[in-house]
């Protein structure tokens, strides 16, 4: 299994970003997918997740700002971020769920200044 986050970068307060994390060597369609973020000096904490059947969860901090979605012709979850925030900054790691194993994507770096 191989998750290759992507999409993260600069982005001005308030403005927005659209993260994808793509799956190989899995059966993506069935798997709960999930995104994380660990910021500086901080624990890794649940952003968004989002089921096989498309039902999604969000941290209280992002609800009403982040989005989740996911393509399962492409393999491909999404978290679509808007009004972004500088306590937003952080790496933002995909992760999948399949037959009980997590597995992690390598994380993309996302940074909104003060």
């Known amino acids: 299994v191989q998750l290759q986050a992507s999409g993260g970068g600069l982005v001005q307060p308030g403005g927005s970003l659209k993260l994808s994390c793509t799956a190989t060597g899995m059966l993506f369609s069935i798997s709960p997918m999930s995104w994380y973020r660990q910021a500086p000096g901080k624990q890794r904490e649940l952003v968004a997740s989002?089921?096989?059947?498309?039902?999604?969860n969000f941290a209280d901090a992002v609800k009403g700002r982040f989005t989740v979605s996911r393509d399962n012709a492409k393999n491909t979850v999404y978290l679509r971020m808007n009004s972004l925030k500088p306590e937003d900054t952080a790496v933002y790691y995909c992760?999948?769920?399949?037959?009980?194993?997590?597995?992690w994507g390598q994380g993309t770096l996302v940074t909104v200044p003060a």
């Open positions: 989002i089921t096989r059947w498309g039902d999604t």
């Open positions: 992760k999948a769920n399949q037959a009980g194993r997590d597995y």
